[in-house]
């Protein structure tokens, strides 16, 4: 097949002899199309440095219709931009160059390649989401809002593609993009999205939270055909961007025996990258020319002809590894010291996130705020605003994340990054007013063997206790701390952490299970507005919360969630501290276009872009 730089050959030519004209493009187009690399051969990437063998598309970025051929090969777009050779390339500029293959470390050791089954339930999978995996709908890695991923378009009540029937229903409907296709060629169909249902719904050992998700599509309703797609939900929900995230190629996999079959490889790829095979904890890929994907300019994607994720079992391992140039890029990083080494390292760089796990601290507005403290005074919401201004976050989060200290002013912020108000930086500044609650006792509880969570205990006795309130902490094991403290309710304040679910409809379903729904169905353990005797500000919360996650508009739903959060920050029901780290470090010698993305694609989120300068 032919490279760039025969590519590159061919235009200079054409530019400089251009009375050749027709001849000189048949006699390459022939010479070319002699190398031209299936995309499920099965052969290993080429080593780093080889001389790149990629075929192109016809196809430009992804989202527009009727642009990739439904083969396995793909031809150069008019519209590409001429990348430099590997001979011709600067490695000190940002160009990319074709070629090449790099090697990820991921901390986490999976039980399996399959996220389908039980034992698959490990984070570190999620590094070839962005790899491998087709959906239906997929979050963008840095926004984390919804845009179609193997479908024509995002399905809304304006364009037909929702429809809310009279029983209560809801049906979505999906267009399959012409263009889709699996790595050996075959278009993906209703089949797939068939036999995906099938499998997460009928097959042995399947994982929980897979089943869970799509026990919400009314039996028997998923039908199509070709390219069409429809389902129906028990009821309405922007849920159903979770669904068909992983798709299952019908051609390849049965429901008998899948948990056995694919427990330790993966299926055919509708991704940038191919399977190629694992060997220890080594995980290989090739690129995958039948994804049809280009850059902006055109040019096709992935320039990597291979790419390699390999595990390791703790992050001290990980960081040894890129600080010695065994890996080329590690992630997701979180311990703050060794991420600190990494940033000291002249050769090395570090991508900061936050996220998605954040830690905070919940008053308790239900009667077992009482059994801690019979003469609690925390109904009173002046003494809980005190509170929020008297701590000192700044503080708090230096304690706990050192150099790359970062309070967090939102709940919603790692959910959906662009419907974050800051509703908490009101409380950035201590007022100089008299303190208005001088007297008052606040018992506080959190769980021992936490270092950081026993500073914190330690610093609001002390910022308290400049404005005549005392705080009695309690550090409790771990097991009693939740079971019989959180869970039930029984505290006044208290301090653990929540992780976020990504994308919209993840806020929406967040706010309703931990600050609207009590247990056993949801998670407020804080009883906030649950009762009676409700305030006006409870009331107002009420009506926002009930059917939020049945709300088909985005726009309608960032105005609610960001009432809603205002709401819990007016009312100070929580007061968010800080989020874990989750950094990407790199070489940057050694990989161009590294960007460490949202946790939702892992540390491979961008790795179609990425580039071996080497």
């Not at 790595?183 to 939270?209: C, H, K, L, S, W």
């Not at 063997?449 to 026993?454: I, L, P, T, V």
Request: aromatic letters at 8%; glycine letters at 8%; charged letters at 25%.
């Amino acid at each position: 097949m032919f490279r760039i730089k025969d590519l590159d050959l061919f235009r200079r030519l054409t530019r400089r002899f251009p009375m050749l004209g027709g001849f000189v493009v048949i006699v390459l187009l022939f010479a070319f199309a002699a190398g031209i690399r299936f995309a499920g051969d099965g052969s290993d990437p080429p080593a780093a440095g080889e001389q790149p063998a990629f075929a192109t598309s016809q196809g430009s970025v992804p989202g527009t219709a009727d642009t990739r051929p439904t083969s396995t090969t793909r031809s150069v777009s008019s519209t590409t931009v001429a990348i430099l050779t590997r001979e011709e390339a600067d490695p000190l500029t940002d160009q990319p160059v074709y070629g090449g293959s790099v090697t990820v470390g991921v901390v986490g050791t999976p039980d399996s390649l399959n996220p389908f089954v039980i034992e698959g339930n490990d984070d570190a999978v999620q590094a070839f989401r962005s790899l491998v995996w087709g959906s239906a709908m997929q979050l963008d890695m840095q926004t984390l809002e919804p845009r179609p991923g193997v479908v024509v378009e995002t399905p809304t009540l304006g364009n037909g593609g929702l429809t809310i029937n009279p029983d209560g229903t809801m049906t979505v409907r999906y267009q399959i993009r012409p263009d889709a296709v699996w790595e050996d060629g075959v278009p993906i169909t209703f089949d797939d999205f068939e036999r995906t249902y099938e499998v997460a719904t009928q097959a042995a050992d399947i994982n929980p939270t897979v089943s869970s998700r799509y026990a919400s599509i009314v039996s028997g309703s998923v039908q199509g055909d070709g390219a069409m797609v429809e389902f129906d939900l028990e009821r309405p929900s922007l849920g159903f961007v979770e669904l068909f995230d992983i798709l299952l190629p019908a051609h390849q996999i049965e429901v008998a025996g899948f948990a056995s079959d694919w427990n330790d490889r993966l299926w055919l790829s509708a991704g940038p990258f191919r399977f190629v095979r694992q060997t220890g904890d080594d995980v290989v890929f090739a690129a995958n020319p039948a994804a049809g994907i280009t850059d902006e300019q055109g040019n096709p994607l992935p320039f990597l002809d291979g790419l390699t994720v390999r595990y390791f079992r703790s992050d001290s391992e990980a960081a040894e590894a890129i600080i010695n140039g065994d890996i080329d890029i590690a992630g997701t990083l979180q311990d703050r010291r060794l991420i600190e080494q990494i940033d000291d390292d002249p050769n090395l760089a570090v991508d900061v996130r936050y996220g998605p796990r954040w830690e905070h601290l919940s008053f308790q507005f239900g009667d077992g705020r009482f059994v801690e403290n019979p003469e609690s005074a925390i109904g009173d919401v002046e003494l809980r605003r005190e509170v929020a201004r008297r701590i000192d976050r700044d503080a708090l989060a230096e304690a706990a994340l050192g150099r790359y200290a970062l309070p967090v002013d939102s709940m919603i912020a790692f959910s959906w990054p662009s419907a974050d108000t800051g509703a908490w930086s009101i409380y950035d500044v201590a007022e100089s007013s008299e303190p208005c609650c001088a007297g008052a006792t606040i018992a506080f509880v959190t769980s021992a063997g936490n270092d950081q969570r026993a500073a914190s205990a330690a610093h609001l006795v002390e910022q308290l206790d400049e404005v005549g309130v005392r705080i009695e902490p309690e550090l409790e094991e771990l097991g009693r701390f939740f079971d019989e403290k959180v869970i039930p309710g029984v505290f006044e304040l208290a301090e653990w952490n929540w992780t976020a679910t990504l994308g919209p409809a993840g806020a929406a379903a967040d706010l309703v299970d931990r600050y609207a729904t009590l247990d056993p169905e949801g998670n407020n353990f804080s009883q906030f507005a649950a009762g009676d005797d409700l305030s006006d500000a409870e009331v107002e919360f009420r009506d926002l919360v009930k059917g939020l996650d049945a709300v088909l508009s985005y726009d309608d739903l960032r105005e609610r969630v960001t009432r809603i959060e205002r709401i819990l920050a007016d009312q100070v029901v929580l007061i968010p501290l800080f989020a874990d780290l989750n950094v990407g470090a790199s070489r940057p010698s050694v990989v161009g276009g590294f960007v460490h993305a949202t946790p939702e694609g892992g540390i491979t989120a961008t790795a179609a872009t990425w580039w071996d300068r080497r």
